[in-house]
Structure formats: structure tokens, C-alpha cells
């Protein structure tokens, strides 16, 4: 339906997906939803995914939606926050294709405009498949987050999934491993720094081209789910 209509697939939400029990993760309706579904439609490869749990409070028998009930426990949280990021996944979405349409309808000769198109399309969220020192095998999605100012990392499969992690731009720009941002015992770094673009790097990290220039850090993973806790502490 989506091809012949040409209507564009924002983000794939997998609903009843899993529940948990003493801490253990079950999948009654088996894994790997979505790498059949882009066996059918190739736009949902570059979709974003989202996994929601089956839990009694999303139903909406209860009569007040989850989102917005204060008497959840701490359980409900983490869906919560789920919702909380589809909206924004959706709201930067909106915002990109206005960015673009504007571009496209004004002059090509405007440099401000050139860089808009640059910040949008260079920093498409990008797939790895990792294995863990567990011989574990997820997928991921990392991104950016210009509403966050946030390299957002996704677990589309595997162990952790179902679940995210943001850390701030400024952070990870600081946490470069290269020989001359470790050298630099004076380093300064503007709230304001962006990716340019995120490419993978073998089954394991990304290098990131930031907006001061920089461009030699390569980020493992692992490194990224660091910073990112250590952004939110």
C-alpha cells in the first residue's frame, strides 16, 4: 500500500512485542518483525523502529492513556519515554521536510540555505549489526537529535532491545580517543556542536564529523552508552 501510494514510512512501531518477567526479556511473538518487513518495502530501511511492550496500562480500556496518567509506577516509565520519543522522532521529521521544502523554493545560491540541506540529509540515522564480548548479536540505530542536541543510539534487536540512549553532542565531541583531542589539555567545545555526518566503522563504532572541523574520532558503541550515561548522571 505504502509503495503505491508513495506515502514516505516515518518509523515502524512493533506493538505487544515482549513482556518481562524476574528480569527476563520473552518474545511470544517470535524476533527480527522488521527485517521481514523490509524484505517487502525497502523504505522501512530507513525508518526508525520502536518496540513496545505488552503491558495492562496501555490499554485503553483503563480509560486514561498511560502517557498522561499520573498514578503509573516507575514501571511505566521507560514506555512512557518510548512515546515521548516517537513524538519527537516525528516532530524533527516534520521539521526537516519543511527545512527542505524552504530550500528547495528559494535560491541555490544562498549559503545559509546550502548548509540547512547539509545538516539534514548528512546525519541520516545509520544501521549496525555488533557482537558483544558475550557473543551477542544486536542491531542499532544511531542518529542525531537536533532537538536534544543528542547522538541518539537505538537497539533494534538483540539484548537491549526496545531500548535507547542519548548522549549530548558537546560530550561525545569531548570524549574523542584521537591523539590530538587527548593532547589537548585545554580543549574547548561549544554547547552548540553538531554532527555532520555519521558513518559506520567495521561492526563496532561510527566516526563523526562534528561542525568545528573534527573528524578523526572513531566511537565504539560501548563508548557511546558511556557517555551517554554519564551525560544523564
Known amino acids: 500500500m505504502f509503495r503505491t501510494l508513495n506515502v514516505p514510512v516515518v518509523s515502524v512501531v512493533e506493538n505487544m512485542a515482549h513482556f518481562d518477567v524476574r528480569g527476563e526479556r520473552f518474545y511470544p511473538f517470535g524476533r527480527g518483525i522488521r527485517e ?3 524484505k ?3 523504505k522501512i530501511k530507513d525508518a526508525e523502529s520502536f518496540t513496545l511492550p ?3 496500562t496501555l490499554s485503553t480500556s483503563l480509560g486514561i492513556p498511560m502517557v498522561i496518567n499520573e498514578d503509573n509506577d516507575e514501571s ?7 512515546f515521548q520519543n516517537m513524538a519527537e522522532h516525528l516532530g524533527e521529521w516534520i521539521s526537516n521536510l519543511e527545512e527542505d521544502t524552504t530550500t528547495k523554493s528559494t535560491s541555490s545560491s544562498s549559503p545559509i540555505q546550502q548548509d540547512k540541506t547539509t545538516i539534514t540529509t ?4 545509520q544501521r549496525l549489526t555488533i557482537r558483544d564480548d558475550m557473543g551477542n548479536t544486536s542491531v542499532v540505530s544511531i542518529g ?3 532537538r536534544r542536541a543528542c547522538v541518539v543510539l537505538r537497539f533494534l534487536q538483540g539484548p537491549k532491545e526496545g531500548t535507547e540512549v542519548s548522549a549530548k553532542s558537546k560530550d561525545l565531541r569531548l570524549a574523542s580517543r584521537d591523539a590530538k583531542t587527548t593532547s589537548d589539555t585545554n580543549l574547548s567545545v561549544s554547547d552548540s556542536i553538531y554532527p555532520i555526518s555519521i558513518e559506520p566503522v567495521g561492526n563496532y563504532a561510527v566516526s563523526i564529523e562534528w561542525s568545528d572541523g573534527h573528524s578523526d574520532g ?3 558503541i560501548e563508548q557511546i552508552e558511556s557517555v551517554a550515561s554519564s551525560s544523564s548522571s
Open 76 to 82: 511505566d516509565d521507560e514506555v512512557k519515554t518510548i
Open 122 to 125: 548528512a546525519t541520516t540515522n
Open 54 to 56: 505488552i503491558r495492562e
Open 144 to 146: 542525531y537529535d537536533s
Open 218 to 220: 572513531i566511537y565504539p
Open 36 to 38: 521481514r518487513l523490509e
Open 40 to 42: 517487502h518495502d525497502q
